[in-house]
């Protein structure tokens, strides 16, 4: 539920809302939603509800109690109207502009990385990809450089100054991987994985959440919640591409949840058009479709020589493939800014009425 206060609320009202939701064991989370302040009550609430509801309404500087169905809350658009943005360095994500993460697969060398880096840049990229940890399908595949990776990655934002980003696969890593890159990802393996979803939550680093392959928009989205709820707001979402039965692409991009996300969530929306289709002739077709349905930007997988990569040789753009992505995508951006108008919400502060489910 949200305690919506009144627009006069005072800093002891405000106070005092949040110190009864304490006393009755659940966390407030409160947020300054046009005049007034919202206050998220989550937790463990179950019968509870309509006796605390009743007491929240008559608490001093309380306009009223709304009640929320959906199971989440923090990432839900009814608690926070506005769209999430999330500044890294120079870079906003969520802002408008159109985001661009790119760069190999895998870091395999300091001159590949940094090869890549500045062609990227050169080209228009805002963020700088590469996996130093690799979650690969088989154990023998190549792993990654592990801690080396992540020094060449630190190196090349010195150079480009472009934020880095990089996937953290264990809690065990979430402190150095933090240590040396400016946005965390989390693998389509491991959405669920609840430790580590927990600790990236502790950290001052905004998380990038791959959707699971075999995961619902709902179940991403309660995964977003874990991670907001523990401390971390900084969450942005990427449509990776689910498991189906068609088997031409490696896995099936659902354009449909990115619209869907815009009007369910705040959080900003990546399509990653690379792992989505497995192919490299896929990619940019994709990638425009993702920008042109509202996404706020686009992860693809760009290597200097893709038929030598070490991992995903088939999906990676070259470089010169990367800047006529870049060059047909710009135009569409542009062309459909604003097109999409805002998203259709339901004003935490505004609508008296509860929340429908979906
Ligand atoms: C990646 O982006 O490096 C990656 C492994 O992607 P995914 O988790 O979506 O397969
Ligand atoms: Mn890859």
Not at 270 to 297: C, F, M, Q, Y
Request: overall charge negative.
């Amino acid at each position: 539920m949200f305690v919506v206060m009144t627009s006069g609320a005072t800093e002891a009202e405000i106070l005092g809302v949040k110190s009864r939701i304490l006393a009755e064991g659940l966390t407030p989370f409160d947020h300054e939603d046009g005049a007034h302040v919202v206050i998220a009550v989550v937790g463990e609430i179950g019968e509870r509800k309509p006796a605390l509801i009743d007491q929240f309404a008559t608490l001093p500087g309380v306009e009223r109690v709304t009640p929320i169905t959906r199971p989440f809350k923090l990432t839900s658009r009814e608690f926070h109207p506005d769209d999430t943005v999330i500044r890294v360095l120079d870079a906003a994500i969520g802002d408008g502009s159109l985001t661009v993460m790119a760069g190999p697969c895998s870091i395999e060398s300091r001159d590949q990385l940094f090869e890549t880096a500045e062609a990227v840049k050169a080209a228009g990229a805002t963020v700088l990809r590469g996996g130093a940890f690799k979650p690969r399908t088989s154990p023998y595949a190549f792993q990654g450089l592990g801690v080396e990776g992540l020094r060449y990655l630190a190196e090349a934002r010195e150079r480009t100054g472009l934020p880095v980003i990089t996937e953290v696969m264990e809690p065990s890593q979430v402190d150095i991987v933090a240590e040396y890159a400016d946005i965390l990802q989390i693998g389509t393996r491991n959405m669920q994985n609840y430790s580590l979803l927990r600790d990236v939550g502790r950290v001052a680093r905004p998380v990038m959440l791959k959707r699971g392959y075999g995961a619902t928009v709902e179940e991403w989205l309660m995964v977003g919640e874990y991670i907001v709820s523990s401390g971390n707001p900084n969450v942005i979402l990427c449509e990776r591409g689910i498991r189906t039965f068609e088997t031409y692409t490696r896995n099936t991009l659902d354009l449909a949840a990115v619209p869907l996300l815009h009007h369910l969530t705040h959080l900003p929306v990546i399509v990653d058009p690379s792992h989505a289709t497995g192919k490299r002739w896929l990619v940019k077709p994709l990638a425009i479709g993702g920008v042109a349905v509202g996404a706020d930007g686009v992860m693809v997988e760009v290597h200097p020589d893709p038929d030598r990569a070490l991992s995903d040789a088939e999906q990676q753009l070259d470089l010169d493939q990367f800047r006529s992505l870049m060059a047909a995508l710009v135009p569409v951006h542009d062309r459909v800014r604003g097109m999409h108008g805002d998203p259709v919400v339901e004003n935490a502060a505004s609508s008296a009425a509860g929340l429908a489910k979906h």
